[in-house]
Each structure stands twice: as C-alpha cells, then as structure tokens.
C-alpha cells in the first residue's frame, strides 16, 4: 500500500503547528488511518535503511518511546540520546549547532527536545536533513498537537464547531499551546479555559488565537465548566517551570479530576483527555470510565500520528 503520495512535508522540518494547513493535516490523518489499518509487517518496509537520532536533552518517556517505536515499526533505525547534557561533548561546552552538524552525518533526520523555547530553529538552521520538534521548554509540542487533534477528530468527527475544555498550566503548557493553535485552523470553536490565577494563558497569545477566529472564555472554577463540551483537556501543574517550590505546592492541584466532577458537568459523547504524565490531577478511579482516553486512544494515536508524520517525511 502507498501511504506518501505526494506529501508536502517531504524531506521538511516540521517544528511548528505555524506550517500546518487544513489541507495538509487532513494528509497525515488520513496517512495515519491507513498506518493504523496495516499490520506492522507491511508498514515495516516504509522506512528501511533509514535512521534517526533521536535527541533528548528534557526528560521523556511518552514521546521518546512512541517516536523510537514509530521508526522501528516503519522498518527504521534509531539513534538514541537521552540527557545530553550530562553525557555528551555539551558538558565540554560543544555548541548546539557542532552537536546537529555531527548527527547529520549519522542519520537521515533527527527528533529534538529541548528545554529552551526557540532551540529548534536554531537546529534547523544548523543542518540540511529534516528536525522534529519533540518539545521545546515552554514553546510547542507540535507532534502532540496532532496526536491530541486527530484524537478529537476521530470522536467528533470535526475539528470545527468543537466546544472544549482546557484546564491546568496554560502558563507554560506546551502542549495547550500548540493544540490551540492547531485549532485556529478551523472554524468556530469555543475553547474554556481553566487555570490558577498565576498559570493563566500569556496574554499576547492568547490575543492571537483569538484574532484566528477562536472563542476563548476564561473561567474560574470547575462549577463553570459547560455541560457541552466535546473535549476536556486537563493538563498537570509544571513543576519544573517553579523556581519557587512552596508556589507550586500551593497550585499543582486545584483542579482534580473526579468521578463526581465527571458526573455533575460531563456528558455521553465526550472524551476526557491528557498529554501525561497526569501528577495527582485525575484522580485514578476516573481511569475506568469509557470517556477517558488519555491511557488508551490518546497515547496509541501518538505512536500511529508519529509513524505518519515520518512516513511523509522520510518514506
């Protein structure tokens, strides 16, 4: 089966939701969807004799994994780096751009996170083969946009008209930011945000999601939570963005998750989403329940979105 015909992400970094379209999105879902029908026999060919380093200088589990699982399963390599910083030359004092310019010559593409925001373009700009963007400190999660979307999709049917709830760190959440960007492509969609006062969506940005056409309404408790919602998108505190510590003890769980909460403002058709890891904010009896999907449907669209989006990429 030819799954990359014509694909205009071919041998492109992809680093920001910002090169998305409607149109090319609706290719790497439909990518995925045909990913997700083959047996992992057939799909293993797409990526043979290629190999990608995978570079982590952030701590990972999810994305790490599922990204090392997608070039495996596509019939790929992997070249694995984790904690960079404490094992490369960079302790030395290497520059991002020496250590990108050596992994060009061992690999066809490399997936990155980083702890600074901005990092990635700088990456790009060091070398000649494809850059994922596997997280960048307090910027986009753009491969978890896509996972997240195509999620939704799959239950709505839409990424238009959608009513949806996003609660937690939207401060620094990179994974809030590169979802409601994604969802500015589209037409008429209410999102509610919910978060501590510190933690509230920056304004500047919030300003331009607005401007792209989305309803953003700020809320402040979960008793405003609407009943409507097609989506709930609970997201953790981040510890590691505090320089105060006794300050994230105060805020990392004002809103929690409940079976009581799910009952009072839920509804049937919903789903109830997370990017993980999940740090007190669900409680674990919500597990269970048919609409949570954050460790089932959630994380495996992430493996088949990732296996997309390299098979348009490389394959």
């Not at 200088?57 to 699982?69: I, L, V, Y």
């Not at 061992?106 to 596997?134: C, Q, W």
């Not at 008429?188 to 304004?203: A, R, V």
């Not at 007190?280 to 088949?304: A, C, E, H, P, T």
């Amino acid at each position: 089966m030819n799954i990359n015909s014509k694909s205009t992400l071919s041998k492109k970094s992809y680093i920001s939701v910002d090169i998305l379209t409607p149109k090319l999105i609706s290719n790497i879902f439909t990518t995925a969807d045909k990913i997700r029908k083959m047996s992992f026999e057939k799909s293993s060919k797409i990526l043979k004799g290629k190999l990608v380093t995978l570079l982590f200088f952030e701590p990972s589990s999810r994305t790490f994994s599922s990204f090392a699982s997608a070039v495996k399963r596509l019939g790929g390599m992997t070249l694995e780096y984790q904690n960079p910083l404490q094992t490369s030359s960079a302790i030395k004092g290497e520059t991002l751009e020496d250590t990108m310019r050596v992994f060009e010559n061992y690999s066809d593409a490399v997936v990155m996170r980083h702890f600074e925001k901005g990092t990635l373009k700088r990456a790009v700009d060091a070398v000649s083969i494809p850059v994922i963007n596997a997280g960048d400190g307090i910027g986009e999660h753009p491969t978890q946009a896509l996972l997240d979307a195509y999620t939704i999709q799959r239950k709505a049917k839409s990424l238009s008209g959608l009513t949806g709830v996003i609660v937690g760190d939207l401060l620094n959440g990179r994974t809030v930011h590169s979802l409601l960007k994604l969802l500015s492509l589209y037409k008429n969609n209410t999102i509610y945000l919910l978060s501590p006062q510190q933690l509230k969506l920056e304004p500047l940005f919030k300003s331009e999601i607005e401007r792209k056409g989305v309803h953003l309404i700020e809320i402040s408790s979960q008793s405003e939570i609407p009943l409507t919602a097609d989506f709930w998108y609970w997201t953790r505190v981040q510890k590691e963005r505090f320089s105060d510590i006794k300050e994230y003890e105060k805020l990392k769980n004002k809103f929690v998750v409940t079976p009581e909460l799910l009952e009072e403002k839920g509804n049937n058709k919903m789903i109830l989403m997370h990017p993980l890891p999940r740090v007190g904010d669900i409680d674990v009896r919500v597990d269970n329940d048919k609409r949570s999907v954050y460790l089932s449907d959630q994380v495996k669209n992430g493996l088949y979105i990732r296996m997309a989006l390299l098979s348009l990429i490389l394959g």
